[in-house]
């Protein structure tokens, strides 16, 4: 059972390039998040997606776009990277509770991808 | 708006000794909890989670947290740490209402265990 998976592992990218990363989950789950993960400052939403077809800002989306492409799919995009970027990403998703939403459920994460922007 | 607040950015224990993490919060309204481990070079996993059932909450691996809303508290505990232990973990805050599962974590607390 594969979970959520993420790639790729490891990217190094000169300011100014572009890059997608791709995420995918098997578990069916309505709702899926992208992370970054900086030192001291635990994880932060960048975007997340509720269900298909919906995608929504966290609390740092600046510099990114996502794409829900179907419901396993949830891609983040950086247009014009920045060293500022440099950071390790966390894909995860979850499932509507009882109550109907994804927050009171258990979130799945990827093993990450470490982007270094130079 | 929701916070988590983890005093201690690591912590250094003894092998067999306690496991005390510490966690505060703010909710404006009742909120879930989590605790998240997350190995080297791993993604997170969960370790427990409050869901307004019973304050005190069993988890993996030996862990356990309490629920203390007088005193906006979700203290991890351990009572005998193993090598294992090792890890980075995470307090998180989810609140009702909201739309898609914003969590919010604290900065994390990483562990070290002594032989």
């Known amino acids: 059972n594969a979970g959520v998976t993420q790639t790729p592992k490891f990217q190094v990218l000169k300011t100014g390039q572009s890059m997608t990363l791709q995420c995918a989950q098997d578990m069916n789950h309505n709702s899926m998040y992208w992370y970054r993960q900086d030192p001291g400052m635990g994880l932060r939403l960048i975007y997340y997606s509720a269900s298909e077809g919906t995608t929504d800002k966290g609390e740092v989306p600046n510099g990114y776009n996502v794409s829900r492409l179907n419901k396993r799919e949830f891609s983040l995009r950086l247009e014009s990277a920045a060293p500022s970027q440099t950071s390790v990403y966390f894909c995860?998703?979850?499932?509507?509770?009882?109550?109907?939403?994804?927050?009171?459920?258990?979130?799945?994460f990827g093993q990450g991808t470490r982007l270094t922007v130079v | 708006a929701q916070s988590v607040t983890q005093l201690g950015s690591h912590v250094s224990v003894s092998e067999g000794a306690l496991v005390l993490l510490r966690c505060n919060y703010s909710s404006s309204v009742p909120p879930y909890l989590f605790w998240y481990v997350q190995y080297p070079n791993q993604g997170l996993q969960l370790l427990l989670k409050y869901t307004s059932a019973a304050t005190l909450v069993k988890g993996i691996n030996g862990f356990e947290a309490e629920f203390k809303k007088s005193e906006t508290s979700f203290h991890l505990t351990k009572p005998s740490a193993h090598m294992s232990d090792a890890a980075e973990y995470f307090c998180?805050?989810?609140?009702?209402?909201?739309?898609?599962?914003?969590?919010?974590f604290g900065g994390g607390t990483r562990v070290l265990v002594k032989p």
């Open positions: 995860a998703s979850s499932e509507k509770g009882e109550l109907g939403f994804g927050w009171e459920t258990e979130a799945f």
């Open positions: 998180a805050v989810s609140a009702s209402g909201a739309a898609g599962n914003k969590l919010t």
